[in-house]
Structure formats: structure tokens, C-alpha cells
């Protein structure tokens, strides 16, 4: 028996790989041996990386870089590693950076459009010696996936889950408060103008505290927030609006606020008056 090509899998993650403009990100390749009792030898892989993108690094060292005449990259890993029976999702990570211009044509990347042909190709082999054993059989897999070049990217954090501190009735001092971060990442090449408003979940105390950092921080440092109030037109959660905006090339800033949750949801414009539940997801 050998390892048949339905137990040789490979992925990429993510898909489409969404990098801002002039910076980095990082594809995930994963290889898998679903067979219970045999080996894959000698696994081998190459990313072929399309013009506009360039290979920066990866978790281990690659055998080869080439520089193809189209402008593209193909990057090779050669003898990995051997991959055991039921050996599932053992992963290299590359980080790839989205340049500016193409290296055929020397024409601007454009901003947010799909770039086809970032290519994976994988390789392993049913014999210790690959080719060198007679009967050896090379199982290959390719897949492929898109580049996403973005003009900017907006990323929001915050834990999970929380215990709810927020309090039965409005307090100063409320329990669990946490932090609530919004990261503004702009591509290198020019400035982007953006319209920024965060609408909190149902049952989110906005509690204020608000800082920013980075080199366009002092326009994000005084925003409109309307909590739920009974009025006309009135909404169910705290929108926190900071207008129109300006991000300058190549900046990234960070935005932070403290809130915290209510015991209960908001009902009719009104916070803490709906049914309870015991967290809530950002």
C-alpha cells in the first residue's frame, strides 16, 4: 500500500490573501497525511507568487528563489520533511508584501482589485528514496488563490467573551470594563480619505476613555456618540461616528475605548431593559 492522492492534501490560508498596499501579510500553508498507516516521503512544495507581490520570508528556509521573466516569483522548498500517517496540517507560513508598482511594467498596483495566480504546488513521494526506489509514485496537488492590494484596511479587536460588569442601573464605576481597539492601516503609495463609524453591539456600555496613536491620532480623538435614547429614529446600540477622515500614506493608527456590558439587552432605545444573556460576541 501507499499513500494514495486523496490522503495528500494541501491548503492555503487565507483566501484571498488581503494585503494593504506597500505592506506585509501572512499566507499559511498547510500539507496533511490522512492515511492511517502510510508515509508521504520527501515532501516538497513552490509558491509561484504573481507581479506586484514579492516573497519576504518564511518560517523555514526556502531552497530557491527565482525571479521569472513575467514578473512573478517562484519560491521552493525542497526534502521538507517526511510526512508521518495521520500527520495532519503541519504548516509553513510565508509573509508577502503587496509592492507599489508592477515589476514587468512598472505601472501602479491597483487598489482592491483580485490579482489571480498565486499558485501552490505540492509534492510527495510513496518511497524513502523517491525516484532513486523502482515503484516510487509522486503524488501531487496544486491549488490556487487570489491577492487582494488594499488601499486600506480597518481591523477591530476585542475579547471574545466578558463577563457582563456594566452594571443594573447607570454607575460611574462599572465592573469589567475592556478595551475596545479599532487599527486604521493605510497603503504607502497615497493618502486615502475614509468615513469612519463603529456601531457597538446591542448591550455594549460605551464608557469613553478614548485614546489614538499614530500620526493622523488628533482627528480621531473627538467623535459624535449617540447612545439608544426613546426618540424618533432612535437605534438599539451606541454608534460612534468620527465624520470624514484623512489617513496618510503609509501611516497606521490605533484607536482605543473602554466599554463594558450591560446585564441586559437595549429594548426600544432604552439600555439594560430587554431580556438578559450571559455575553456577548464582538
Request: net charge neutral; glycine share 6%; with cysteine.
Amino acid at each position: 500500500m501507499a499513500i494514495s492522492p486523496s490522503e495528500f492534501l494541501v491548503n492555503q490560508s487565507l483566501q484571498p490573501l488581503k494585503i494593504v498596499l506597500g505592506k506585509t501579510s501572512t499566507l499559511n500553508l498547510t500539507f496533511s497525511n490522512t492515511s492511517l498507516v502510510d508515509r508521504g516521503y520527501n515532501l516538497y512544495f513552490e509558491l509561484t507568487i504573481p507581479d506586484g507581490f514579492s516573497f519576504q520570508s518564511s518560517s523555514i528556509s526556502p531552497t530557491e528563489v527565482i525571479n521569472n521573466l513575467d514578473g512573478s516569483i517562484t519560491v521552493k522548498w525542497v526534502n521538507v520533511k517526511n510526512l508521518a500517517p495521520n500527520e495532519l496540517n503541519y504548516t509553513v507560513s510565508v509573509e508577502i508584501k503587496s509592492e507599489e508598482y508592477f515589476r514587468s511594467t512598472s505601472l501602479p498596483v491597483p487598489f482592491d482589485i483580485p490579482v489571480p495566480n498565486l499558485n501552490l504546488v505540492a509534492k510527495v513521494d510513496t518511497l524513502p528514496r523517491g525516484n532513486d526506489d523502482p515503484g516510487n509514485l509522486e503524488v501531487i496537488k496544486s491549488i490556487t488563490n487570489n491577492i487582494i492590494p488594499l488601499r486600506y484596511n480597518l481591523i477591530k479587536q476585542g475579547p471574545g467573551k466578558m463577563p457582563k460588569g456594566a452594571g443594573l442601573i447607570l454607575a460611574p464605576n462599572p465592573l469589567w470594563p475592556f478595551t475596545y481597539t479599532l487599527i486604521l492601516d493605510n497603503n504607502t503609495r497615497e493618502s486615502s480619505n475614509i468615513t469612519l463609524i463603529d456601531n457597538l453591539p446591542n448591550g455594549i456600555r460605551y464608557l469613553g476613555n478614548i485614546t489614538a496613536s499614530g500620526p493622523n491620532s488628533s482627528s480621531f480623538l473627538n467623535p459624535n456618540v449617540s447612545v439608544p435614547s426613546p426618540s424618533p429614529g432612535c437605534k438599539n446600540y451606541t454608534v460612534i461616528d468620527w465624520g470624514s477622515k484623512t489617513l496618510s500614506a503609509g501611516s497606521t493608527n490605533t484607536i482605543n475605548f473602554d466599554v463594558a456590558i450591560w446585564d441586559k439587552y437595549t429594548l426600544s432605545c432604552t439600555e439594560n431593559s430587554g431580556q438578559k444573556y450571559p455575553t456577548i460576541h464582538l
